[in-house]
């Protein structure tokens, strides 16, 4: 089911199958809450249950990495080069203490990177089993790679705040998301988020005044009805 189709059920359920020309709901403002109730719920899910739904993760394919001087100061290079993503990652939502990044690999999908604490890159050297393993870590919106073998390209999963986002990434010379594909949703989590929206949101609708005429002043109608 498309983030369309959903929003248009829950503006088919609020009108009771009417439908009318003149809707001031636009569809744009449903969207923005399906989005606000799903991250919500998936992290509710998440600290009760610890289940990560595969349905609800989206994939950013080849993402491709560049070396960038270590210094967070433009004028101020250190000589040192990371590997960093070229584009910033979209926000993730919250899970308890760590990014809902669910997994970073190679282009093959299939041998993982593991995700490390941005705070424990410095002693990675140290440590006597995997000093020399490649690791991915988190810097600002950015991803990067310790010891990244020569890699160039990543695949990351996870699960974000707002599906549209990764439109404007470029996924292998595609979209990583277009409004055709599915929402990336369980369908339980649809019924919540429909029923949430049309049961509390939009009841608060018809409380509010409305000024058709633009003129800054509530309409004489609105102004009646208190």
């Given at each position: 089911?498309?983030?369309?189709?959903?929003?248009?059920?829950?503006?088919?359920?609020?009108?009771?199958?009417?439908?009318?020309?003149?809707?001031?709901?636009?569809?744009?403002?449903?969207?923005?809450?399906?989005?606000?109730?799903?991250?919500?719920?998936?992290?509710?899910?998440?600290?009760?249950?610890?289940?990560?739904?595969?349905?609800?993760?989206?994939?950013?394919?080849c993402m491709?990495?560049?070396?960038?001087?270590?210094?967070?100061?433009?004028?101020?290079?250190?000589?040192?080069?990371?590997?960093?993503?070229?584009?910033?990652?979209?926000?993730?939502?919250?899970?308890?203490?760590?990014?809902?990044?669910?997994?970073?690999?190679?282009?093959?999908?299939?041998?993982?990177?593991?995700?490390?604490?941005?705070?424990?890159?410095?002693?990675?050297?140290?440590?006597?089993?995997?000093?020399?393993?490649?690791?991915?870590?988190?810097?600002?919106?950015?991803?990067?790679?310790?010891?990244?073998?020569?890699?160039?390209?990543?695949?990351?999963?996870?699960?974000?705040?707002?599906?549209?986002?990764?439109?404007?990434?470029?996924?292998?010379?595609?979209?990583?998301?277009?409004?055709?594909?599915?929402?990336?949703?369980?369908?339980?989590?649809?019924?919540?988020?429909?029923?949430?929206?049309?049961?509390?949101?939009?009841?608060?609708?018809?409380?509010?005044?409305s000024d058709?005429?633009?003129?800054?002043?509530?309409?004489?109608?609105?102004?009646?009805?208190?």
């Amino acid at each position: 089911m498309t983030l369309n189709e959903i929003c248009y059920n829950i503006l088919n359920l609020y009108r009771g199958g009417r439908s009318s020309n003149n809707e001031q709901i636009p569809l744009r403002q449903i969207a923005f809450n399906v989005k606000h109730h799903r991250a919500t719920l998936l992290r509710r899910d998440f600290e009760r249950n610890g289940l990560i739904s595969r349905h609800a993760e989206q994939e950013i394919r080849c993402m491709r990495l560049v070396p960038v001087d270590a210094s967070r100061c433009c004028g101020l290079p250190v000589g040192c080069k990371v590997m960093l993503t070229e584009q910033p990652i979209p926000r993730t939502i919250r899970f308890n203490h760590q990014e809902a990044i669910t997994a970073v690999s190679d282009v093959t999908g299939i041998h993982s990177i593991p995700v490390v604490p941005l705070n424990t890159v410095q002693l990675l050297p140290f440590d006597r089993f995997t000093k020399t393993g490649t690791k991915a870590f988190m810097l600002g919106d950015h991803l990067g790679l310790y010891e990244p073998d020569g890699r160039d390209r990543v695949n990351i999963r996870g699960i974000f705040e707002d599906p549209e986002e990764l439109s404007l990434l470029d996924c292998d010379g595609a979209s990583c998301y277009d409004p055709d594909m599915d929402f990336p949703m369980p369908m339980d989590l649809v019924d919540a988020v429909t029923r949430g929206i049309v049961e509390g949101t939009l009841k608060l609708l018809p409380l509010t005044v409305s000024d058709t005429t633009n003129d800054t002043m509530q309409d004489a109608a609105d102004v009646g009805k208190k």
